[in-house]
């Protein structure tokens, strides 16, 4: 008996991201192309923060041609954002069955959404996976020698998904400016929820160091470049 396809949301939060944003949504829909098209419908939204940019008409430009929504907000706020991005698309798509987030400036590899489908499959409410650096110096190769060696979950918006049902069920994403995700698997995790942590690095994302939210992933490398600097 043939599988029914699943309907999948997935949400871009985007904040003067015109020289990324292109190549992000290219490798979403790369990624969507990469699962066979009788698993999964999916549409893909790219909400823009506070722009200042070209970022809207960029994004615009890459969706050409697929299901897409593409919207301008002023929250300065990516948890807002995430959030808003969710509920605008579930309005013109309501019988989602999963949502996925990445950031707009990284880059899903193949089999990116395929592992997210997957986890929906085997009935987990939730998907929460990592991601390897875009670049290298000796600062990134020994974070990245730690960040291999935690044994800690490794929480990333960039790469995690979540069915209705759990979004639902936590209220939304937590509307705050930064570790919105963090804060997320919190609230899912009181609600007994099942989480799939996959250990697999299916996103590739920017090791900038002067990022868009002001405690996101480009501040914790910024501070760990600069106690490296000072060690040595």
């Known amino acids: ?50 722009c200042e940019d070209d970022t809207y008409f960029e994004a615009e430009r890459a969706l050409v041609g697929c299901s897409s929504l593409v919207v301008k907000v002023n929250f300065r706020n990516v948890g807002r954002t995430r959030d808003w991005g969710v509920r605008l698309g579930l309005s013109h798509q309501p019988d989602t069955d999963w949502i996925a987030f990445t950031d707009a400036d990284s880059l899903v590899l193949n089999d990116w959404m395929s592992r997210q489908v997957e986890a929906y499959r085997r009935g987990y409410d939730a998907f929460f996976g990592r991601v390897q650096f875009d670049s290298s110096s000796p600062v990134l190769e020994q974070f990245r020698s730690n960040y291999q060696s935690q044994t800690h979950r490794y929480i990333h918006g960039a790469n ?14 937590p509307l705050l400016t930064a570790h919105e995700d963090k804060f997320l698997v919190d609230r899912l995790e009181e609600q007994n929820l099942n989480l799939f942590w996959d250990s697999s690095e299916a996103v590739q994302t920017s090791v900038r160091m002067v990022g868009r939210a002001p405690e996101g992933f480009a501040a914790t490398l910024a501070q760990f470049a600069q106690s490296y600097t000072s060690f040595i």
Not at 160 to 173: C, D, F, H, R, T
């Open 1 to 50: 008996m043939a599988m029914s396809p699943i309907n999948i949301l997935i949400v871009v939060p985007a904040c003067n991201e015109e020289d990324s944003i292109g190549d992000t949504i290219s490798s979403i829909r790369q990624s969507i192309a990469h699962c066979s098209k009788a698993y999964l419908n999916a549409t893909i939204m790219v909400v823009c923060d506070s």
């Open 160 to 173: 995690m998904g979540l069915s209705l049902s759990a979004y639902l069920k936590v209220g939304g994403i």
